[in-house]
């Protein structure tokens, strides 16, 4: 009889722990874990686990690995009437703790959300009145940066950027400010532009940590600057405006160039231009007026060198010098290809013009009732002369045409018109027929100014 009864025993003993097997093997998660050195994984997917059972006056610990920063998204579903979960870092110290209480039927769900470095972290649950036999459901979603957090930088170990490079970075829960450090070798001016996500600072210090410019705007996230800067060793800090504040951003320091359109000013040359084509190397401009008010002798420079870039000086905007009576000379440099409607019209004292070897186009009214001017020299490349260029040149005697190119299309009407009664035109020898056909239509005297070769 006693032997039945053990036997009896033996076999219920043996279907509970066959049941307790089969009800272990069946959760997503395991139940226990133990402690934070044999934590078990929790997959960072975004799928809710398993019910798990939390043991009496026991706690349960899980684990997850990221290999770059970004945010993580935890959630605890609770069945009990108050659960308490934590998430630890590598070292075990506690980041934060939510609290959710609920009860089978109606169970409630807390959420932690943190931006994380890269590394291992933990997470606990327990009761918190140390029940057993109450569930729970955990949730983690790992959303990556794409970036590897600057958890060791500072002022005194900054990152090195350089001019015009982009840096992008992303502050965490244990990385709340980055540090950068960048040499400006050329004087000049600075544009620094400043993208974040959440509520971040920027700020740019000179070597001695002195504050030169703060980046942080309210309703935007995007924040620029222009600020001249020396040569020298700048430091820049970027922080959230909280400690907790994290998340990613990108921050850059150019050199501030003149855009197409931009007025510039040289104080060598004491003139204005305007850029036809910007960049650091190979721009462009044209050149505007002077303004040091009227000259008595001007040159239009090749090139001109403003905020240590150089440009090429290509063109003379329209109306100019129009109305200087005190320009007397006038030397336009080599680069010009063009010179604009009313460049120098009514120039009424303007004896000497020298024209640039590439200019090509000649505008309307240029040279208009200059009628100083004696003799003029038109370049080889000119393709085009606006309508009544030399109109009222009445002292224009000389006129050295080089040009072959000149067609009764491509010069406007009365370009020649009222220059002096006797003037001679000279011509290349291979145009000299053509340009005796058309050139009389164009307001010479074919009577008593003579085209020769």
């Given at each position: 009889?006693?032997?039945m009864?053990?036997?009896k025993k033996?076999?219920?003993f043996?279907?509970?722990?066959?049941m307790m097997a089969?009800?272990?093997?069946?959760?997503?998660?395991?139940?226990?874990?133990g402690d934070f050195?044999?934590?078990?994984?929790l997959?960072?997917n975004g799928?809710?686990s398993?019910k798990?059972e939390l043991?009496?006056?026991?706690?349960?610990?899980?684990?997850?690995?990221?290999t770059?920063?970004?945010?993580?998204d935890?959630?605890l579903m609770?069945y009990?009437?108050?659960?308490?979960?934590?998430?630890y870092d590598?070292?075990?110290d506690p980041?934060?703790?939510?609290?959710?209480?609920g009860?089978e039927?109606?169970?409630e769900?807390?959420?932690?959300n943190?931006?994380?470095?890269?590394?291992?972290?933990?997470v606990?649950?327990s009761?918190?009145y140390g029940?057993?036999?109450?569930s729970?459901?955990?949730?983690a979603s790992?959303a990556?940066?794409?970036l590897t957090a600057?958890?060791?930088?500072?002022?005194?170990?900054?990152q090195i950027?350089k001019?015009?490079?982009k840096?992008a970075?992303?502050?965490?829960?244990?990385?709340?400010v980055?540090?950068y450090t960048?040499?400006?070798?050329?004087?000049g001016?600075?544009?620094h532009?400043?993208?974040y996500?959440d509520?971040f600072?920027?700020?740019?210090?000179d070597?001695?940590l002195?504050t030169?410019d703060?980046?942080?705007?309210?309703?935007?996230?995007t924040?620029t600057?222009e600020?001249e800067?020396k040569?020298?060793t700048?430091?820049?800090?970027?922080?959230g405006?909280t400690p907790s504040?994290?998340?990613?951003?990108?921050?850059?320091?150019v050199?501030?160039?003149p855009a197409?359109?931009?007025?510039?000013?040289?104080?060598?040359t004491?003139?204005?231009?305007k850029?036809t084509?910007?960049g650091k190397?190979g721009?462009?401009v044209?050149?505007q007026?002077s303004?040091n008010g009227m000259?008595p002798s001007?040159?239009?420079?090749?090139?001109?060198k403003i905020?240590?870039i150089?440009y090429?000086?290509?063109g003379?905007?329209?109306?100019?010098?129009?109305g200087?009576s005190?320009?007397k000379?006038?030397?336009?440099?080599?680069n010009?290809?063009?010179?604009g409607?009313?460049?120098f019209r009514?120039?009424?004292?303007?004896?000497?013009l020298k024209?640039?070897?590439?200019v090509?186009?000649?505008?309307d009214d240029?040279?208009?009732g200059?009628?100083?001017?004696k003799?003029?020299?038109?370049?080889?490349?000119?393709?085009?002369?606006?309508?009544?260029?030399?109109?009222?040149?009445k002292?224009?005697?000389?006129?050295k045409i080089n040009?072959?190119?000149?067609?009764?299309?491509?010069?406007?009407?009365?370009?020649?018109?009222?220059i002096?009664?006797?003037?001679?035109?000279?011509v290349p020898a291979?145009c000299?027929?053509?340009y005796?056909k058309?050139?009389?239509?164009?307001g010479?005297?074919?009577k008593t100014?003579?085209?020769?070769?």
């Amino acid at each position: 009889m006693e032997k039945m009864r053990f036997q009896k025993k033996w076999k219920r003993f043996a279907c509970l722990l066959f049941m307790m097997a089969v009800f272990m093997a069946s959760k997503a998660i395991p139940a226990y874990a133990g402690d934070f050195t044999t934590a078990a994984t929790l997959p960072t997917n975004g799928t809710w686990s398993g019910k798990c059972e939390l043991a009496e006056k026991a706690t349960d610990y899980y684990k997850f690995t990221i290999t770059t920063a970004g945010e993580i998204d935890l959630k605890l579903m609770s069945y009990a009437h108050l659960l308490t979960y934590s998430l630890y870092d590598s070292n075990f110290d506690p980041i934060c703790t939510a609290r959710a209480g609920g009860s089978e039927n109606s169970p409630e769900t807390k959420t932690i959300n943190q931006w994380l470095s890269q590394g291992t972290y933990y997470v606990s649950v327990s009761s918190s009145y140390g029940n057993g036999g109450i569930s729970y459901k955990l949730y983690a979603s790992f959303a990556t940066s794409g970036l590897t957090a600057a958890d060791t930088d500072s002022y005194d170990s900054p990152q090195i950027m350089k001019v015009n490079s982009k840096a992008a970075g992303v502050l965490t829960y244990s990385n709340n400010v980055d540090w950068y450090t960048v040499t400006i070798s050329t004087a000049g001016k600075y544009q620094h532009f400043f993208q974040y996500s959440d509520s971040f600072r920027c700020y740019l210090y000179d070597a001695n940590l002195s504050t030169l410019d703060t980046l942080f705007r309210y309703g935007t996230n995007t924040d620029t600057q222009e600020i001249e800067l020396k040569p020298g060793t700048y430091y820049i800090k970027i922080n959230g405006y909280t400690p907790s504040i994290c998340g990613t951003y990108t921050y850059q320091l150019v050199e501030s160039l003149p855009a197409k359109g931009d007025i510039l000013t040289d104080s060598k040359t004491q003139a204005h231009y305007k850029v036809t084509k910007a960049g650091k190397s190979g721009g462009t401009v044209t050149y505007q007026n002077s303004i040091n008010g009227m000259k008595p002798s001007i040159t239009i420079p090749s090139t001109v060198k403003i905020d240590n870039i150089t440009y090429k000086v290509t063109g003379i905007a329209p109306d100019a010098f129009k109305g200087n009576s005190m320009l007397k000379k006038v030397t336009i440099g080599s680069n010009v290809v063009s010179i604009g409607k009313n460049a120098f019209r009514g120039c009424r004292k303007l004896k000497t013009l020298k024209i640039g070897n590439n200019v090509t186009s000649i505008g309307d009214d240029s040279f208009h009732g200059c009628t100083s001017l004696k003799t003029v020299t038109i370049p080889s490349k000119v393709a085009k002369i606006g309508k009544q260029t030399f109109y009222g040149c009445k002292k224009l005697k000389t006129l050295k045409i080089n040009t072959k190119k000149l067609t009764n299309k491509n010069v406007g009407n009365k370009a020649f018109a009222k220059i002096d009664p006797k003037a001679k035109i000279k011509v290349p020898a291979s145009c000299l027929k053509p340009y005796k056909k058309f050139l009389p239509k164009k307001g010479l005297n074919g009577k008593t100014q003579k085209i020769l070769k």
